[in-house]
C-alpha cells in the first residue's frame, strides 16, 4: 500500500494551491483520511482530516480557508487550500488509515489495518 501526494508549489499569498493523494494496493477500506504539514524548523501538525462518510474537521488555523474532500471510489484525498498566508509554507503529508487484504502461505485472507504516510509535498508561500 502507498500514499503518493502532489500538488505543492511555490504561491503568492492569497493564491491558491490544491493538494491530491492516492492510496494505491491491495486496499480492502480506508478509514479517516488527512493532511499534516510540517513548517520548516517546527514539529509536525494537523490540518484537517475527513471521515469515512465525509465528515471534515480543521485546525483553528486553516478554517474558513482549506476544504478538505476525498473520493471513496478513486481512493483520493484532496485540500483545497485558499487565500494562502506565508505561515502556511510547510511540508505537506497525507495520511490514511487503511486496512488492506493479502493472502497468506495457505492461501487465506488476511487483514491488517495501520496508519499509512504518503511523501510530502512542499508549499512555498511568498510575501
Known amino acids: 500500500v502507498q500514499l503518493q501526494a502532489s500538488g505543492g508549489g511555490l504561491v503568492q499569498a492569497g493564491g491558491s494551491l490544491r493538494l491530491s493523494c492516492l492510496a494505491s494496493?491491495?486496499?480492502?477500506?480506508?478509514?479517516?483520511m488527512g493532511w499534516y504539514r510540517q513548517p520548516p524548523g517546527k514539529e509536525r501538525e494537523l490540518v484537517a482530516f475527513?471521515?469515512?462518510?465525509?465528515?471534515?474537521k480543521y485546525s483553528e488555523s486553516v478554517k474558513g480557508r482549506f476544504t478538505i474532500s476525498r473520493d471513496n471510489g478513486k481512493n483520493a484525498v484532496y485540500l483545497q487550500m485558499d487565500s494562502l498566508k506565508p505561515e502556511d509554507t510547510a511540508v505537506y503529508y497525507c495520511?490514511?488509515?487503511?486496512?488492506?487484504?493479502?493472502?497468506?502461505?495457505?492461501?487465506?485472507?488476511?487483514?491488517?489495518?495501520?496508519?499509512?504516510w504518503g511523501n510530502g509535498t512542499l508549499v512555498t508561500v511568498s510575501s
Open positions: 494496493g491491495k486496499i480492502l477500506s480506508i478509514g479517516v
Open positions: 495520511n490514511a488509515d487503511i486496512t488492506r487484504i493479502d493472502r497468506d502461505v495457505d492461501d487465506e485472507l488476511q487483514f491488517s489495518s495501520a496508519d499509512y
Open positions: 475527513i471521515s469515512m462518510d465525509e465528515r471534515p
